[in-house]
């Protein structure tokens, strides 16, 4: 089943307003992985955090991941209509041979 | 840009033809992947390679084979397509001693089996 939880599925915002995506796992993960996947297109990698309690930062872009490693949160400051599209969260699991497992994603849709 | 490369991009076919969707990247990636997408929907794991003459199963079941004989070639392959097919197709590779490194998608192929 999936390990890898994602909330909210979807969320559509005003232009300027800030967004949030958090992603659970039921275990613990050597690192995770955020991609970014634009409407009709594939997803492609924005980052990877590898580190308990690590945050860094893309311009607008926040990545924390948490202390227990279980956990990690990506936030987006001032969305612009750019940033539309779907945010993955992926973490590899002992569970699957630690092949990367995928969130079902967050569908963000900005307003304009 | 990563060098992983599909073809078809797009591929309208009748129910029963047999097809092959074409994976190719030049990255020297011992990892590929092919996953399976449904508009605005999650990826799901089809088939996967750790390297040449490796080939196993992912998480969702599939009819689809595929193949690894040399390192940058990673086919996909349905005997006979029907509509339960329809779906975008994407292919990834990774490299790294583990399968949870970086992956790399190619542009896709969207599949209609009429």
């Known amino acids: 089943g999936q390990q890898v939880m994602q909330i909210p599925q979807y969320q559509h915002v005003q232009e300027g307003e800030d967004f949030t995506t958090y992603c659970n796992s039921s275990t613990t993960l050597s690192n995770i992985q955020w991609y970014k996947q634009r409407p009709g297109g594939h997803p492609v990698f924005l980052i990877q955090?590898?580190?308990?309690?690590e945050v860094k930062k893309q311009k607008r872009l926040t990545f924390q991941f948490g202390e227990a490693k279980k956990n990690s949160s990506l936030h987006i400051t001032a969305t612009q209509t750019t940033d539309v599209g779907t945010y993955f969260c992926a973490g590899p699991t002992e569970e699957y041979g630690n092949k990367l497992v995928f969130g079902a994603g967050t569908i963000l849709r900005v307003k304009s | 840009e990563a060098d992983i490369y599909q073809t078809p991009r797009y591929l309208v076919i009748g129910t029963g033809k047999k097809i092959t969707l074409e994976c190719s990247q030049t990255m020297g990636h011992d990892k590929m992947y092919w996953y399976q997408q449904d508009p605005g929907m999650e990826l799901h794991l089809i088939h996967y390679?750790?390297?040449?003459?490796?080939?196993e199963k992912g998480d969702l079941s599939s009819e689809s084979t595929v193949s690894r004989i040399r390192t940058e070639h990673f086919p996909l392959t349905l005997e006979s397509a029907r509509p339960s097919h329809t779906s975008q197709y994407l292919c990834?590779?990774?490299?790294?001693?583990?399968?949870?490194?970086?992956?790399?998608f190619g542009p896709g192929t969207r599949l209609t089996v009429l």
């Open positions: 990834a590779s990774s490299l790294g001693s583990s399968g949870g490194a970086e992956q790399f």
């Open positions: 955090l590898v580190k308990s309690g």
């Open positions: 390679s750790y390297g040449v003459n490796s080939t």
